[in-house]
């Protein structure tokens, strides 16, 4: 379970709004899934293409959008559609969205953008090498540990979607305890170990 969403405040003091470490634990996240309720499945994909496309255009820049936030919560959004993402698919029903009205049915096609939008956003893209927006100023290193969660299940989810025919991939993952933080969560390891 994601601790409370951390005020997030302006220079001057000023709250701006809530951000927390799962998908769609901010206001960005939240104002995105209201938006795409509202939307008709055109709309939704113009919406999702535009954030995912900015993303790729703007790698060390993310201030021509809302941020990293919108950013990990547009991938969500497309993984909920893909056979990995019924988790995800799941949260967005808990946050009392119809998910067939938030996510398109030809998300399928938007899968390879979201990924790279979201290891953008994560700091693991190699036009970009560095920790990513999305694992900038968290609170404590425990809320900055469950961010990095939610980006690397994200990631595996679009991983395992991309190679869904691969006899050869591991059915476990590695996850990201603290005890294994010299691995990264997204190594797979053998089942049984």
């Known amino acids: ?27 960005d996240a939240l104002d995105l899934l209201g938006t795409l309720a509202e939307q008709d499945a055109v709309h939704r994909r113009q919406t999702l293409e535009e954030i995912l496309r900015r993303t790729s255009d703007h790698l060390r820049d993310m201030s021509w959008r809302k941020g990293p936030s919108e950013i990990v919560a547009a991938a969500a959004i497309v993984a909920a559609w893909l056979p990995p993402g019924e ?14 009205a938030i996510v398109v049915p030809e998300a399928l ?10 290891l953008i956003a994560a700091g693991h893209d190699a036009r970009a090498p560095r920790d990513g927006a999305w694992h900038h100023g968290w ?11 939610t980006t690397d299940e994200l990631a595996a989810v679009f991983y395992r979607y991309q190679h869904r ?10 996850d990201a305890r603290p005890s294994q933080s010299a691995s990264s969560p997204l190594t797979p390891r053998a089942p049984g170990r």
């Open 165 to 174: 025919h691969d006899k050869e991939l591991p059915l476990e993952w590695g």
């Open 109 to 118: 096609t938007l899968a390879d953008d979201a990924f790279a939008a979201l």
């Open 1 to 27: 379970m994601a601790p409370d969403n951390v005020a997030v405040t302006s220079p001057g003091g000023k709250l701006v709004g809530r951000r927390g470490p799962g998908a769609f634990d901010s206001d």
């Open 87 to 100: 988790a995800i698919a799941r949260e967005i029903t808990s946050r009392g969205y119809d998910t067939a």
């Open 139 to 149: 609170a404590d290193s425990q809320t900055a540990l469950q961010a990095r969660r």
